[in-house]
């Protein structure tokens, strides 16, 4: 049997989806704070974070300034060793076992990594074991989950909200029959000023946003209401990315919002008022990147055993030095979903658990997808 598994590597989550091959998805994507300790033998755990000793955090974005290296015994890690081990880790915590050559894997990864950044991270998957694993880039992976959840699709433009933990970042996606190897139109954009921590942030410095009769506890309408102008906020990096790319809105057929802070409906309803257009929004979008690279994952794993050829390397915004040592002119991915575990993401998400529907809109019958309307 097929099997596909999608890992996407956040700042603040990682999560691993799984998909055979019947599209199935076996169970659900299973979630680990993206923190890395390791014992005296050397051992890597993900996702503890140790009353006593150090976990490391903030090393899966490579472009960063200030990712942290680590050291573990005689053997010096880098940001892109750290991401390898933690995609080599969930996957034999899913699998119960080391994956094996016939176990298609996409890794995302944010898209826009340099070539450098992109080549680094081949070798360390190649260095734990993973040199059959595909790389992707995020909004590649979350529109394949769009086309195999909602497809198939017509020929069109797709803008991807990815709110996250730890910033935002809108990419326009060309979707459909005739796409081309490199899908993403423009720039992608991020900004560190939305998301949970920007929130969070936000909230605390604020003095008026505290009920008098519970002046410990965030009223729901205030936190409602204050992250309603966050994200309408937000809409000026929609507008840039628009700008970069030389459309409008007209030219967008529909956007995916994805991320572990735009669970809250209030994301949505303000995307689909203000930009007039139908916006998806799966149960919980922090898992759609994870879950679109199972798909992929299990497309290429597939049409290997299918005898169509080798592994196709899904688009990535750089060049992907293949597992056997060719350089590939193909992008990469992670699996990476970001969501909000802080302080700060706590408020953002307080009022919208996973898996909640939106209030307004028609959920349509395809896996639960939510579709609003401005």
């Known amino acids: 049997m097929t099997v596909g598994l999608g890992v996407s590597i ?30 005296s033998t050397g051992t890597a755990r993900v996702g503890r974070i140790p009353k006593h000793g150090r976990a490391i955090t903030d090393f899966a974005d490579l472009t960063q300034r200030g990712t942290p290296n680590a050291r573990v015994g005689h ?9 390898a081990t933690v995609a080599s880790s969930v996957l034999s915590d899913v699998l119960g076992a080391a994956p094996e050559p016939e176990h298609g894997i996409t890794v995302t990864h944010p898209v826009g990594y340099p070539p450098q950044r992109v080549d680094d991270l081949r070798e360390a998957l190649d260095a734990v074991g993973l040199r059959h694993a595909v790389l992707a880039a995020e909004p590649i992976a979350a529109t394949a989950w769009l086309e195999e959840t909602c497809g198939p699709l017509m020929p069109g433009l797709a803008l991807v909200y990815d709110l996250g933990g730890s910033g935002l970042r809108v990419t326009l996606v060309r979707v459909g029959a005739g796409a081309p190897r490199n899908p993403v139109v423009g720039e992608s954009l991020r900004s560190t000023d939305f998301g949970g ?37 937000s809409l000026d990096v929609v507008y840039e990315c628009l700008r970069v790319a030389d459309v409008t809105m007209a030219d967008v057929d529909r956007v995916l919002v994805i991320g572990g802070a735009a669970r809250p409906p209030e994301v949505a309803a303000v995307l689909a008022a203000a930009l007039a257009r139908p916006v998806i929004v799966a149960p919980d979008p922090e898992r759609t990147v ?21 592994r196709r390397a899904w688009w990535s915004g750089g060049t992907v030095r293949a597992a056997s040592g060719r350089l590939l002119g193909r992008r990469l991915t992670r699996a990476v979903i970001t969501a909000s575990v802080t302080a700060g993401a706590a408020l953002f998400v307080a009022t919208a658990p996973a898996g909640d529907a939106v209030s307004v809109g ?9 579709h609003l309307y401005g």
């Open 290 to 310: 994870a879950e679109g690279a199972a798909i992929l994952a299990r497309r290429a794993s597939e049409a290997e055993h299918g005898g169509v050829g080798q």
């Open 362 to 370: 028609a959920i349509t019958n395809d896996a639960c997808l939510i």
């Open 10 to 39: 956040g700042t603040v989550n990682t999560v691993c989806a799984v998909e055979n091959g019947g599209g199935n998805r076996n169970g659900p994507p299973a979630t680990w704070r993206t923190t890395l300790t390791f014992d």
């Open 75 to 83: 053997r010096a890690l880098s940001a892109a060793d750290l991401v």
């Open 197 to 233: 921590r920007a929130f969070g942030a936000q909230m605390a410095r604020r003095a008026d946003w505290r009920s008098a009769e519970t002046p410990h506890v965030a009223t729901d309408a205030v936190i409602t209401e204050r992250r309603t102008a966050h994200v309408r906020k």
